[in-house]
């Protein structure tokens, strides 16, 4: 059974960072594309960052060069770190993982982000 468990999230105030981790179980996380996504309320879920199991990364426009995406492939987790966050990042953010092969996607319960002062 895969499972997917986010962490990190909290309060933090404008300009502050963060960095949200997603612990994988149940599959080998080095042979599979990973990403975050966030849902801001009232809001679609929409992409923020994804890596390819090759390495290539790829950010949305509005957190380029504020947030990187990782992953350690010994200790099967996947990281987020945030800076420089602005109250238009607040949403609660997913870990995903897909299965390119059947097309299975799976995902995180989420983590709160708040950035307000």
Do not use: H
């Not at 994988?24 to 009232?42: C, E």
């Amino acid at each position: 059974q895969v499972q997917l468990v986010e962490s990190g999230g909290e309060l933090v105030q404008p300009g502050g960072s963060l960095r949200l981790s997603c612990a994988v179980s149940g599959l080998t996380l080095a042979n599979y594309p990973i990403a975050w996504f966030r849902q801001a309320p009232g809001k679609e879920r929409e992409g923020v960052s994804c890596a390819s199991n090759s390495g290539g990364t790829y950010y949305s426009d509005n957190v380029k060069g504020r947030f990187a995406i990782s992953r350690d492939n010994i200790e099967n987790t996947m990281d987020l770190q945030m800076n420089n966050l602005q109250p238009e990042d607040s949403a609660i953010y997913f870990c995903n993982v897909r299965d390119s092969r059947s097309g299975t996607e799976y995902w995180g319960q989420g983590t709160q982000v708040l950035v307000s002062s």
